[in-house]
Each structure stands twice: as structure tokens, then as C-alpha cells.
């Protein structure tokens, strides 16, 4: 039971570092209506950021935060701007294959630059645990945690109850709508996909002091992002967050009661599963596939 | 004049001449011979040179290219953008290997057992995962590649796992193993020709243009007889067979094993890159942009050793990315046409087809009047709203019935259910097809296969293909060949006043056009039952008494029409039989002067307060 109730904890804690990445992902599909498979390239481009502040500066990754959050803003803003807006009205396939070769020449543009070495900052206190009733958990997860309810916390206000946020909103509702009551949706989307990066941002920033950064680190955890957004609606930031929590549980519980190394398989089954037979998500949230 | 194919992208097709000419005069046609003349240089150019590593660079050209143009018959014809078509790759690798190492069979009897093996799984995939649309479809079969590369890790007692395969090494034709590197070069060549050989057989065939008409707008598709999953899924099957063949090639040519290479996403990635850079949905794109590519990422590996390591992805993410802002289309699709003309010009050029026009299509028989479809109280719900409120209808052989009624009323929800686009919550629909029986079809395309032919109201054109390829797509689902519905829908299109802009693209066509585009696509069809969505909108005056006319003159060769319309002079004085709908109820039936005097009709369409003012 003690095990059990160590891999509940454990799945919440990793979720939630999914669910940071996941919303972000989320934002710029429900809004621009784009799937950014260039998602995880951004965590890894953050990644490095706080690497390199921490080895030239000596910054610690939470410090970093801020300059990286708004690194990758600027570089969702720039993205959206220069590659997307002007395929909006392409073909689909042609958008696909935009943010597909951005995130090739991401990862090899960072294999240039930095090898296929491991880099990962000096050990800090937020590697170490805490004992709570006789449960281990990490710090660092703990900061995670509260980080994505300070997150999904902040987003939900700044979406219901902000100028901005109403003219986000009703751009995601009916994009020409918007347009019609003066939105000035362009400027929305940039904003929209900055938003989204920068939430990758906070993510890479967190996990820094958890994980090495490598050119690959993207495509693991964009994968699980893209099951998690699916699993929660593919438009819900509340799904999205909810999803993240899953797949949390399902990686922590199947690792130990399967195989470590089949637990991606439990996930990415499971991710097939709800997209073929519930497109609208476990919850019902989202509008899915069509 | 098959210049004008070019909107179906292909600039290396051979003219098709009439009848089978003889070899000789096909060779003399500098399509062919340019064509010939250019593959030929990927085996002369590295046996010239003679050096190991230009032998190398060309076999990889040729494996990605077969692997880009297998790749394209899925997610070029088709659009359907697998991001994981390794997972085939792989299988072809390891089938064949498998089967050496265990049971000492040749990698040639391998290649095939990978190819089937390939082939049945992607029927797997394909069929729970072609109804996700656009990125999701991608996502899904990254999903799946990634889901096989881990099991083909976890089970390591079969694949060798993470640490690898080890094919045995035996020399000789019989086990694709060589001591004299040019060989390889041959078989690897020999797959490349065979990709491109059915890539070719396949563009300009019914599947062809049913998967480009699939891919550009499946409503349209389905009304037009095409079972739309069922030819995905040939595209898919076909696709993952070709991938797999050159798989065991590749793997018996590394002659190393390893799941992180067999079912790589980056290698997934670079083969539909290819194919995009080079022109989705081309015979020829997906080869070129593959000769563009990989020779300059295998320089640069050559020239800068280890330090380059990571410079070839990166030039392949740039490319791509510069390719979908500047060049949407890929080289083939945008300098295509401008390349086969200039080859047209070579001495042999420059050869027209001879348009061959179908005669009239024979009149149908059976007995005039006899009932040929019954709708039994029809009812649809769309949430609280009740769009078709226990609708019966009939149809008499040889009618023309209109229906008309206020917007919103619900007609072309009634449509929608008559053709099978949508089903309705209770009711039937029964259909005398050719045999004499009555049948009850469940899908739009097996409603177009008893012989309904349907319109839509919003114009539904394939817009990128031609006018007269808009009207072949319909004059397929009764002919077989590509000659024989190129002459139906030339007749077709004469019929209906589009001769003159056959060449067309049909998404630069006004709407006047358009709509006689659809009932042109839907005649080619060779409907019995013919169901005409408010055809007359948009047409000049004069086009309106033409296609008054029109209809008539079909209805003579004994079709059954059934029209709904709001010019009101045109539908009553075209009309046998009217139907009246309004709020989803049929409020009245009957002879079109009888039903215009009706109260509840003048009702619906001007309210109570008027039929009271006037004292009706």
C-alpha cells in the first residue's frame, strides 16, 4: 500500500512537470489552431538557455526563469510571425511540414553547436527530498507542482477576467468573428504562441536542475506532451492539466507494475486509443479531431 | 493536350498516344528519352567514377529516393502524412533478417514475406487511423512507430534489442551480400525503378485520381462513388510494401541491425521531406528532391568528418522550412510545367492526345412511372432541433419532382439523407437499383454505385484538378479505364457548356460555372436518380433557359430528377410533380399550378398576416 501511495505521489509530482509543457501546447493549438511539433525543441532550446546562464553566470535555473521565459517568448512570437502567419492559409501539410523542419534543424542545430554530450547544471538543493509521513518526494517536483497550479491558476484569470484575454478567447471561438468586432487577430496569434513557448520557458527552467539537457530532450518529452494534450481535449488548458496527472500516474504506476522500459508503450497505446475512439478527449472537453 | 495534366503535377509523364504504339515510337518522344537519359545517370555516373564512397553516396540515393516515392503514393496522392513510415521500412529490415538468421532463408524470399507482413500492418493502422484528420493522422503514426521501436527493444530474445543484429555474412547474389560494392548500386537502382514504375502506374490510373479526388475534398469524393477508406487504404498497403522491400535491402546493405536506426522518427521525418522538397503528390518530385538533398548532406559529412555532425539535419530542417514558405508546391510542382515544355520542344516533342468523345450514353430502360424510391418517414435531429419531421417521399421513373420551400426549411437535410450523407434517426430509404431489387445502401459511395448522383448546393469542385479532371473523377465509377472516362467526360463537358475551359483549373472558374461543373461531374456518373441542389443559383438568365433545357433532355434519356430550387419560374414550369417543405414537414404535394394556390404554401413563404390580408 506504502508503495502504491509512493507512486501516486510520484505520477502527481512528474505530471506536473507535464502539464507546464502540455498547457503550452495547448494555448497555441486551441487558439492558433496549429500542432507545434516543433513544442519540444523549444524545452530543449529553454534548457540550454539555463545552462548556459548557470555555467557563464553562475545563476541558479530557478533565477534563470524569468530571462528564459522571456527568451522563448520572444522566439514563439518570432516563430509565429515569420513561419506560421504566412502559412495560415496554406495547406495543412504544408503547416505540418513547417514546424517538422523547424524542429529538425533545432536538434541538429544544437548537435552542432554543443555535441551529443550530456550538460546538466551544478547539483543544487532542489535535487533533494523531504520526507513527509514517511513518503519520499523530490523538491524540485514540489516546486514543479506548485508551479503548474500557480500556472493553470494565473492563465484561467488572465483569460476570463482580462481585455486581452477576452479578445484571446473569442479569437480561439471564431477567428473571423473576432476579426469582425476589430480583434486584431495576427497580433493575437503572436501573442498567443509567445504565451505558449513561454510556458516552456518556466518548464525548461524547472527541469533543469532535474534533468541533463541533451539535443534530443525535446522529441521524449514533446511525445508524452502531445498524448497528454490529446488525452485532455486537444483545446482545454484544464484537460491539458488534468491529462499531465494521468499520464503521470500512468508512467509511474506502469513502470513499476510492467516494465520500466514498456511504459511509454502503456501511454502511447493509450494515446491511440482515446484518438481513434474519444477525439474529444477523456473528459469530453475538447472538439477533437475534426 | 497533356500539358495541362500538369495540375495534377507530373512533368516526367509520357504522353499516353492512343492506341499501343510501338516502343520505337515512344523512345523517340523526348519525355521518355529525357527521363531514360537522366535515371540512367545514377548507375553511370558512380561506375564511371569508380571510387567506393561516390558507389555509396548513389546507393543512398536510391534507397531515399524508393523510400520518398513509396512514401509519396500514401502522403503525396493520398495526403495522408504518415510521419512514422518506418515502422514498414523496419519491417522489411528485420522480416528478412529474422528469417536468414533462424531459418537460412534468402533475403529475397525475406524481402516478400516483409513486404506482405508490412503491407497487413499498415492495413492495421490505417483503418482505425484515417478517420483523424490533418496532424492528427501524423501524430498517430509517430505514435506507432514509437510503440514498435520500444517493442522491438523490450523483446530483445527475437530483434537482439538495443545491442543490435548481426546479419550472417554470406556472399553472393543469393544472400544480397557483396564483396564488389556496385552491386548493391544494381539492386538498389532496380528498387528505385520499381517505386517508380508503380508510382506511375498508379498516378495515372482510376486509384490516382481517386486518391487526389479523395485528398482534395472527400464529400465530393463520396458523391462521386468513392470509397474513400477503401482506396486510402490500398494507397497505404501499396506504400508500406514498397517501404518495406527497400528496407531488407537497406539492412542487408548496412548488414547491421539496430531499432534506433530500422525505426527511426528522424529517417521518417527526412523521407517525407524529400518528398515535400521535391513536389507532394509528383511521379517525379519525391526522387529529385532526394537527388538535391542527400548528396550535399553526404559531402558535407565526407568533407567535415565528425565535426559536422548534426550540419546535414540541419540543412534538411532548413530547406524544409524555406521550401514551405517560398515554394509550397516543391521544384517539381512549381518548374514541372516549365521543364516539360521546354523538353517538348526537343525533336519528337511536343505530341497531343487526339480527343476521343464518348457517344451518348444509352437511354435507360425499365418501365416508365414504376416507383424507383421510396423514403419512409424520414426523421433527423440535430440536438433539440427537428430538421426532417417523418418525411415520406417517391420517386417514379422518369419524373422530375421539385421540392421547394422557404430557407432553412430543410431540403437539403432531406437531400443529404437521399444520397446517404447523412443517416437518418428513423425511416428508411429503399432504392431500386439495376438488378430489379430493392436495396437499402448505409454510405454516400454505395449510394452512388445503385445510381444516385447528387449536387451540392455549395459547390464542392476538386480545385486544383482540371474541369475535365473534375468530370473524370465522376465518369470512373463507371469506367474503369482512363480513356474511356476521358471520352465520357468530354462528352460531358460539351454537354454541359465547359468544352471551352476543359483545360482549366477548376478553382479559378466563376460560379455560374462551377455549378454546371457540378452537375457535370455528377452526370459522368451516369446517374439513374439525379438530385439537383438549387443548380439554377447563379446563373445568368440565359443560362437558366439552358439548363432548363438541360434537364429536360436528361430526363428524355430516361432519368429521374428530383430538383430543389427557388427560381420559382424555372422549377414550375420544369417540374412534373412538386413537394412542398417547410419547418422539416412536407406541407403539400402535388401539380405545380395546384400547389402554388395552396394557403399553407403562400403561408410559409409569406406569413399568415398576408394570406389573411388577401383573403385567401
Known amino acids: 500500500m506504502d508503495v502504491l501511495i509512493q507512486l501516486v505521489l510520484n505520477g502527481i509530482l512528474l505530471g506536473s512537470m507535464y502539464a507546464i509543457i502540455s498547457v503550452g501546447l495547448t494555448l497555441i493549438f486551441g487558439i492558433v489552431r496549429v500542432v507545434n511539433f516543433a513544442h519540444g525543441e523549444f524545452l530543449m532550446v529553454g534548457m540550454y538557455a539555463a545552462y548556459l546562464l548557470a555555467a557563464k553566470f553562475g545563476l541558479h535555473p530557478y533565477a534563470s ?185 500512468v508512467d509511474s504506476l506502469s513502470g513499476y507494475y510492467i516494465a520500466p522500459d514498456l511504459k511509454e508503450v502503456v501511454y502511447f497505446a493509450l494515446f491511440l486509443l482515446i484518438l481513434i475512439f474519444k477525439p474529444t478527449g477523456l473528459f469530453g472537453l475538447g472538439r477533437g479531431t475534426e | 493536350m497533356s500539358l495541362h495534366d500538369s495540375s495534377l503535377k507530373d512533368s516526367r509523364s ?80 528485420y522480416t528478412a533478417a529474422l528469417l536468414l538468421t533462424h531459418f537460412g532463408l534468402s533475403p529475397w524470399i525475406g524481402m516478400i514475406a516483409g513486404a506482405a507482413l508490412a503491407a497487413l500492418v499498415s492495413l492495421g493502422i490505417g483503418y482505425p487511423c484515417f478517420r483523424l484528420r490533418g496532424p492528427f493522422f501524423s501524430l498517430a503514426t509517430i505514435a506507432f512507430l514509437e510503440v514498435v521501436r520500444l517493442l522491438s527493444i523490450h523483446f530483445n530474445g527475437v530483434t537482439g534489442g538495443s545491442a543490435g543484429l548481426v546479419v550472417p555474412l554470406q556472399i553472393g547474389w543469393p544472400w ?74 537497406h539492412a542487408m546493405y548496412m548488414t547491421f541491425l539496430e531499432p534506433a536506426t530500422l525505426f527511426s522518427l528522424a529517417t521518417a521525418i527526412e523521407i517525407a521531406m524529400f518528398a515535400l522538397i521535391g513536389g507532394l503528390g509528383t511521379v517525379a518530385g519525391p526522387l529529385l528532391g532526394t537527388v538535391l538533398v542527400v548528396p550535399l548532406a553526404e559531402l558535407a559529412r565526407g568533407w567535415l568528418g565528425a ?91 422518369g419524373e422530375i419532382l421539385g421540392v421547394i420551400g422557404p430557407n432553412g426549411a430543410g431540403k437539403t437535410t432531406v437531400f443529404a439523407q437521399l444520397s446517404g450523407f447523412l443517416t437518418p434517426n428513423a425511416g428508411t430509404i429503399e432504392i431500386l437499383g439495376p438488378d430489379g431489387k430493392w436495396h437499402q445502401p448505409s454510405s454516400p459511395d454505395a449510394f452512388a454505385r445503385l445510381g444516385i448522383g447528387r449536387t451540392f448546393q455549395i459547390v464542392q469542385p476538386f480545385g486544383k484538378l482540371s474541369v475535365l479532371e473534375n468530370i473524370m473523377i465522376g465518369a470512373f465509377l463507371r469506367h474503369r479505364s482512363v480513356d474511356d472516362a476521358r471520352a465520357v467526360a468530354l462528352r460531358v463537358a460539351k454537354l454541359m457548356g465547359l468544352d471551352d475551359v476543359k483545360d482549366v483549373e477548376a478553382g479559378t472558374l466563376p460560379i455560374g460555372g462551377l455549378k454546371r461543373l457540378e452537375v457535370a461531374r455528377t452526370l459522368a456518373t451516369e446517374p439513374t436518380i439525379l438530385l439537383l441542389d438549387e443548380v439554377m443559383a447563379g446563373q445568368s438568365q440565359s443560362d437558366t433557359v439552358k439548363m432548363v433545357e438541360l434537364i429536360r433532355a436528361i430526363r428524355d434519356t430516361g432519368v429521374t430528377v428530383i430538383a430543389i430550387e427557388h427560381n420559382m419560374q424555372a422549377i414550375m414550369s420544369l417540374s412534373d410533380r412538386i413537394v412542398v417543405i417547410d419547418s422539416g414537414k412536407v406541407i403539400a404535394e402535388g401539380k405545380p399550378d395546384a400547389v402554388v394556390r395552396e394557403r399553407r404554401v403562400i403561408e410559409a413563404y409569406l406569413g399568415e398576416d398576408f394570406v389573411d390580408a388577401q383573403g385567401l
Open chain 1, 65 to 249: 526563469a524569468i530571462p528564459v521565459v522571456l527568451l522563448l517568448f520572444a522566439l514563439g512570437a518570432l516563430v509565429q510571425r515569420f513561419l506560421i502567419q504566412p502559412l495560415l492559409s496554406a495547406d495543412e501539410h504544408i503547416q505540418i511540414f513547417a514546424t517538422v523542419g523547424l524542429s529538425t534543424a533545432l536538434v541538429n542545430l544544437a548537435l552542432l553547436l554543443f555535441g551529443a554530450d550530456l550538460y546538466s547544471v551544478p547539483p543544487s538543493a532542489a535535487q533533494g527530498s523531504v520526507q513527509v509521513a514517511g513518503f519520499t518526494l523530490v523538491k524540485g517536483q514540489i516546486v514543479m507542482f506548485v508551479c503548474a497550479l500557480a500556472l493553470v491558476a494565473g492563465l484561467h484569470l488572465f483569460m476570463q477576467s482580462t481585455a486581452l484575454g477576452r479578445a484571446i478567447r473569442a479569437t480561439a471561438q471564431n477567428r473571423n468573428a473576432a476579426l469582425l468586432m476589430g480583434v486584431k487577430v495576427d497580433k493575437i496569434y503572436v501573442i498567443a504562441f509567445g504565451m505558449g513557448a513561454a510556458c516552456v520557458g518556466l518548464a525548461s527552467a524547472l527541469v533543469m536542475p532535474l534533468y541533463p539537457v541533451t539535443p534530443t530532450i525535446g522529441t521524449y518529452f514533446v511525445l508524452t506532451a502531445f498524448v497528454v494534450v490529446v488525452l485532455g481535449g486537444m483545446r482545454s488548458m484544464y484537460g491539458a492539466f488534468f491529462g499531465a496527472m494521468i499520464i503521470g500516474l
Open chain 2, 14 to 93: 509520357a504522353p499516353a498516344t492512343p492506341g499501343g504504339l510501338s516502343v520505337l515510337s515512344r523512345l523517340t518522344d523526348p519525355r521518355v528519352y529525357c527521363t531514360l537519359f537522366a535515371l540512367s545517370l545514377l548507375v553511370i555516373i558512380p561506375a564511371w567514377s569508380g571510387s567506393t564512397f561516390m558507389v555509396h553516396v548513389f546507393v543512398t540515393i536510391c534507397v531515399f529516393g524508393a523510400l520518398a516515392t513509396a512514401w509519396n503514393i500514401l502522403g503525396g496522392y493520398a495526403g495522408q502524412l504518415s510521419l512514422g513510415h518506418t515502422v514498414f521500412y523496419g519491417l522489411g529490415g
Open chain 2, 176 to 249: 544480397m551480400i557483396f564483396r564488389e560494392k556496385i552491386n548493391y548500386l544494381y539492386i538498389a537502382f532496380g528498387l528505385l525503378m520499381l517505386c517508380l514504375a508503380v508510382s506511375y502506374a498508379i498516378r495515372h490510373s482510376r486509384l490516382g485520381y481517386s486518391l487526389t479526388a479523395v485528398r482534395e475534398r472527400d464529400s465530393a469524393a463520396q458523391a462521386a462513388g468513392i470509397n474513400i477508406n477503401g482506396v486510402k487504404l490500398w494507397a497505404m498497403a501499396i506504400s508500406a510494401a514498397l517501404t518495406a522491400l527497400v528496407g531488407t535491402f
Open chain 2, 307 to 397: 565535426s559536422a555532425n548534426g550540419l546535414h539535419g540541419f540543412v534538411y530542417g532548413s530547406v524544409l522550412v524555406i521550401i514551405t514558405l517560398t515554394l509550397p508546391g516543391g521544384l517539381v510542382g512549381t518548374f514541372g510545367p516549365f521543364v516539360v515544355r521546354l523538353i517538348d520542344r526537343l525533336p519528337g516533342g511536343g505530341r497531343t492526345r487526339a480527343d476521343v468523345v464518348a457517344p451518348a450514353t444509352k437511354i435507360i430502360t425499365g418501365t416508365p412511372g414504376e416507383v424507383v424510391l421510396k423514403a419512409q418517414n424520414l426523421v433527423k435531429r440535430f440536438g433539440g432541433l427537428t430538421a426532417t419531421d417523418n418525411v415520406s417521399l417517391t420517386l417514379k421513373r
